[in-house]
């Protein structure tokens, strides 16, 4: 079974930073062909992509973080991290990772970031 497991969030003050680790089990082929996105759902409010890595390590990010946050992906351990630095109070909320092709795969638990002013 395909799962996604999210992790490293916590409480941060503004201008802090935080690693996010996403890990996919249960097939190492969909990680390794997919290109991967960091999403993030602020309190009250949908789901936005953040930023994505293709599999050969091409990167984008929504222009909110550029500059601030780096993703990249280390494709052995089937696992996308995304560096957070510099981190604002509008940076609160939950993340989550997945495949960027539809359909998406089931969503994990994602993984809560506080910021603090």
């Known amino acids: 079974q395909v799962q996604l497991v999210e992790s490293g969030g916590g409480l941060v003050q503004a201008g802090g930073s935080l690693r996010l680790s996403c890990a996919l089990s249960?097939?190492?082929?969909?990680?390794?062909?997919?290109?991967m996105a960091w999403y993030h759902q602020a309190p009250g409010k949908q789901r936005e992509l953040v930023a994505t890595i293709t599999n050969s390590g091409s990167t984008n990010y929504r222009d909110s973080v550029k500059d601030r946050f780096t993703i990249s992906r280390t494709n052995a351990k089937n696992t996308v991290y995304l560096q957070m630095n510099s981190l604002k109070p509008e940076d609160t909320g939950i993340y989550f990772c997945n495949k960027v092709s539809d359909p998406p795969l089931p969503w994990g638990q994602g993984t809560q970031v506080t910021v603090s002013s």
């Open positions: 249960g097939s190492i082929f969909i990680f390794r062909i997919n290109t």
